[in-house]
């Protein structure tokens, strides 16, 4: 298919046939693709939890209000932030930058090169991650309004701010994840109706990951899809400067 049939075949299905199941590796190979998604930093903030277990999917129905779509989901994929990680994470980005470097950077730019990355992700990204009852983003944002009254300077640095930008990322993941699955010629329903207490207690997921969204999978019924889609028309969306 080409992206235009992909994007045109993916709909928000509400109604999955109960005699049509799915493959699970498919759906892990699509969870796959998704890491392939764009993330800020490169810190990858988030994780899939792949659900198959039929008691687990009846706990998360219930958790998402028993939705039809939910109810009647061969499997769900539940896509969580984690931003409690960020210092493994940058860690990690910081191993792999400094390997890349070596790797491809001409030899007399390797020592600078490697040193921005070494002040990115052992200074800045911990500054701008990390959490205190919201004081350490008074404290960013603060000095973000000063150092921008003499030079273009990035603002949202505020904990909110940081962590809507940590659910962006994980939305990207998500997005690829459906239109892969889309590919694969199964079908997707993101939800954002669920009681987000319940979906951590059925996937005991510590206090400090966040629910982004829950994803239901399967193959549509023949009412699987609630009339034709509906967007606002182009020329109120799109602005050409």
């Excluded at 687990?56 to 958790?63: D, F, G, I, P, T």
């Amino acid at each position: 298919m080409s992206l235009l049939d992909i994007l045109n075949h993916r709909r928000a299905v509400r109604h999955y046939d109960a005699d049509k199941p799915i493959d699970k590796e498919v759906v892990r190979n699509c969870i796959e693709q998704a890491t392939l998604a764009p993330t800020s930093s490169n810190m990858q903030l988030w994780e899939a939890y792949h659900v198959t277990d039929k008691n687990v999917l009846k706990e998360l129905s219930h958790a998402c209000l028993d939705q039809l779509s939910a109810r009647s989901a061969q499997q769900m994929v539940v896509f969580v932030t984690r931003q409690d990680q960020y210092k493994e994470h940058a860690q990690a980005a910081l191993a792999f930058e400094r390997n890349n470097i070596k790797s491809y950077s001409p030899a007399e730019k390797q020592e600078n090169r490697i040193k921005r990355q070494e002040m990115s992700y052992t200074k800045l990204i911990p500054f701008l991650y990390s959490r205190c009852f919201g004081l350490w983003g008074l404290v960013r944002k603060t000095l973000a309004q000063c150092v921008g009254l003499f030079r273009p300077m990035m603002r949202q640095v505020s904990e909110g701010d940081m962590r809507v930008s940590v659910h962006k990322s994980c939305a990207l993941a998500v997005q690829t994840f459906m239109l892969a699955m889309s590919e694969a010629g199964y079908d997707t329903c993101p939800l954002e109706g669920f009681d987000s207490l319940l979906v951590k207690k059925a996937l005991n997921l510590p206090y400090n990951a966040e629910v982004n969204m829950v994803i239901t999978c399967g193959i549509r019924a023949s009412d699987g899809v609630w009339g034709a889609r509906y967007r606002r028309p182009f020329k109120e969306t799109y602005h050409h400067v």
